[in-house]
């Protein structure tokens, strides 16, 4: 059984940090491109930021371009966001999302973890 857990949300002032964490099991991790979405109340979920299987490309939206930063360690079975600079547009429940590297058939997401901001 696939399962991803994200943890570390919360609420945070303006201009704080948070680190997300998300830890996979049940596929093999190694083998996944890995990402962060988010979903907003009454918006649809968006890209965040992804990762590659190897770690050795990234891509983050350009809203959060410059103050997150997302890594894994393919050991821990794990990836992580470091969110800097938060913004309350920021707010939303943050998804973590797996994608076999060979096939986007084979996804996977995380129950979300809440992420709020205030001004």
């Known amino acids: 059984q696939v399962q991803l857990v994200e943890s570390g949300g919360g609420l945070v002032q303006a201009g704080g940090s948070l680190r997300l964490s998300c830890v996979a099991s049940?596929?093999?991790?190694?083998?996944?491109?890995m990402a962060w979405f988010r979903q907003a109340p009454g918006k649809e979920r968006e890209f965040v930021g992804g990762?590659?299987?190897?770690?050795?490309?990234?891509d983050y939206a350009d809203s959060v371009k410059g103050r997150f930063t997302i890594s894994r360690d393919n050991a821990k079975k794990s990836v992580s966001l470091q969110m800097n600079s938060l913004k309350p547009d920021d707010t939303g429940v943050y998804y973590c999302?797996?994608?076999?590297?060979?096939?986007?058939?084979?996804?996977?997401w995380g129950q979300g973890t809440q992420v709020t901001v205030s001004s």
């Open positions: 999302k797996a994608e076999l590297r060979t096939s986007a058939t084979y996804a996977y």
């Open positions: 049940g596929i093999t991790f190694g083998s996944y491109n």
């Open positions: 990762i590659s299987w190897s770690g050795r490309s990234t």
